[in-house]
């Protein structure tokens, strides 16, 4: 049975929520169990969008949706799905719908290309990887009617990488995130808490103006 239209105006309001739910930090992550409402096809899908966009190297044999294009962890491993499905985001439901769209396209695509999808994998994982960054990287053509869907999308995937924005960043750097290690990002002092004794370019930036007050303030 085919999908059921997908309702993009309430895509796009959830869209907008979870913008605005982005600024209430620090996202959580649902229990395995809980992300399994979405469906392991999905999952599937989303993970090798997100590997398109950050990629990374395969956690078993026989890991599809991750293409291996690269040695090291990539966005799957950073918690990309962790954040897709975090239970402060109203993406949740619109999710199975999402990657059938990217399958959708997935489809089409091979069609025009004449080629061949296992019918034993989502549509986007059975996609070489070379054909996978060029539909990805077309999602973000001004003219993708679907633009903001994917533009979203991208935008948590590399908040799962850059910033491991659904962990205590604690917890984050104790398991090595991948993206916080990429990055170098520092190990918080005996307390737990971070400070930045060198905040500065450690050079004056212009010469001191003769009536700055003892405070730094302007005269």
Same mark, same amino acid.
């Given at each position: 049975m $085919?999908?059921a +239209? *997908?309702?993009?105006?309430?895509?796009?309001k959830?869209?907008?929520?979870?913008t605005? !739910? @982005? &600024?209430?930090?620090?996202l959580?992550?649902?229990?395995?169990?809980a992300t399994?409402t979405?469906?392991t096809?999905?999952?599937?899908?989303?993970?090798?969008?997100?590997?398109?966009?950050i990629?990374?190297?395969?956690?078993y044999?026989?890991d599809?949706?991750?293409?291996?294009a690269?040695?090291g962890?990539?966005g799957v491993?950073a918690?990309a799905?962790q954040?897709l499905?975090? $239970?402060q985001l +109203? *993406?949740?439901?619109w999710l199975?719908g999402i990657a059938?769209l990217?399958d959708?396209r !997935? @489809? &089409?695509?091979?069609?025009t290309?004449?080629?061949?999808?296992p019918?034993?994998?989502p549509?986007l994982v059975?996609?070489?990887?070379?054909?996978?960054t060029a539909?990805?990287?077309?999602?973000?053509?001004p003219g993708?009617?679907?633009?903001?869907v994917?533009?979203?999308?991208a935008?948590?995937?590399?908040l799962?990488f850059d910033?491991?924005?659904?962990?205590?960043t604690?917890?984050a750097?104790?398991d090595n995130?991948?993206?916080?290690?990429?990055?170098?990002?520092?190990a918080?002092?005996?307390?737990?808490?971070?400070?930045f004794?060198?905040?500065?370019?450690n050079?004056p930036l212009?010469?001191l103006h003769?009536h700055?007050?003892?405070?730094?303030?302007?005269?």
């Amino acid at each position: 049975m $085919p999908p059921a +239209p *997908l309702d993009r105006r309430g895509l796009l309001k959830a869209l907008a929520a979870t913008t605005v !739910a @982005l &600024a209430a930090w620090p996202l959580t992550a649902l229990p395995a169990e809980a992300t399994a409402t979405v469906g392991t096809w999905n999952v599937q899908t989303l993970e090798a969008f997100a590997d398109t966009l950050i990629p990374g190297q395969r956690r078993y044999a026989g890991d599809l949706p991750i293409a291996g294009a690269v040695t090291g962890p990539g966005g799957v491993q950073a918690g990309a799905i962790q954040i897709l499905t975090s $239970p402060q985001l +109203p *993406l949740v439901p619109w999710l199975p719908g999402i990657a059938g769209l990217l399958d959708t396209r !997935a @489809l &089409a695509w091979a069609a025009t290309h004449l080629l061949f999808l296992p019918p034993t994998r989502p549509a986007l994982v059975g996609l070489p990887f070379s054909h996978r960054t060029a539909l990805v990287t077309g999602l973000f053509d001004p003219g993708d009617p679907d633009r903001p869907v994917w533009q979203v999308l991208a935008l948590l995937v590399g908040l799962a990488f850059d910033t491991a924005a659904h962990q205590p960043t604690t917890t984050a750097l104790a398991d090595n995130h991948p993206g916080l290690a990429s990055i170098g990002f520092p190990a918080p002092d005996a307390d737990g808490l971070w400070r930045f004794p060198e905040h500065s370019y450690n050079q004056p930036l212009a010469d001191l103006h003769p009536h700055t007050t003892a405070s730094g303030s302007p005269a």
